[in-house]
């Protein structure tokens, strides 16, 4: 089987995530998308992260109708920092006989060579590269070559809807009481309303 992977801290998922992962299963295509909710990722900052079970519970009602869509609780079961070449390393250890690919967003291409053992990575799993219109192709084209060549990786390029709707964006409008109706999915929505996530105020639903 072809599995996409798609990890993330989903602080809080939303309906981006969703579009462009299933744009790609069907373009690629893909057989699954395997969510991996991130538990303390390096890369990133933690000051507005909230517990780990709360990004892991709304993941889970948002990809719940998708028979294609999984999730994995691979990195939240592990202490520490979160790395992904631990989480690939164990989860290809449980599928041996499945193609991996890794999903990633343009503007993380750049920051490859700074992630733990990126040689190891790229020996295996595949990436597959979603692009975005504030990197030009030229530029993105260029970088993937780079990286084909000095690790003899193998990134695939796919051009995906553009939607500006961003995690930050959601967490302001919480915070200001303004709703996020059509951002995520209205499980989410429900989710964060009942458990008073990213709030100073009143909630308008």
Known sequence: MKIGLLGGTFNPIHMGHLIISEHIRQVFPLDKVIFIPS??????DQENLIPAYNRYEMTRLAIQS???FEISDIELKREGKSYTFDTIHAIKNEMPLDELYFIIGADILYELNTWKDISG???KIKFILVG???IEDHKIIK??????KGYNSSIYYIKG???EISSTLIRELVKEGKSIKYLVPKEVEGYIIENNLYT???YIG
């Open 132 to 134: 975005r219109n504030r």
């Open 121 to 123: 990575i790229f020996k």
């Open 143 to 148: 970088k993937i070559e780079e990286y084909n």
């Open 161 to 163: 809807p553009h939607i």
């Open 200 to 202: 100073m105020g009143d």
């Open 66 to 68: 998708n028979p294609c």
């Open 39 to 44: 538990s303390d990722p390096p890369h990133k």
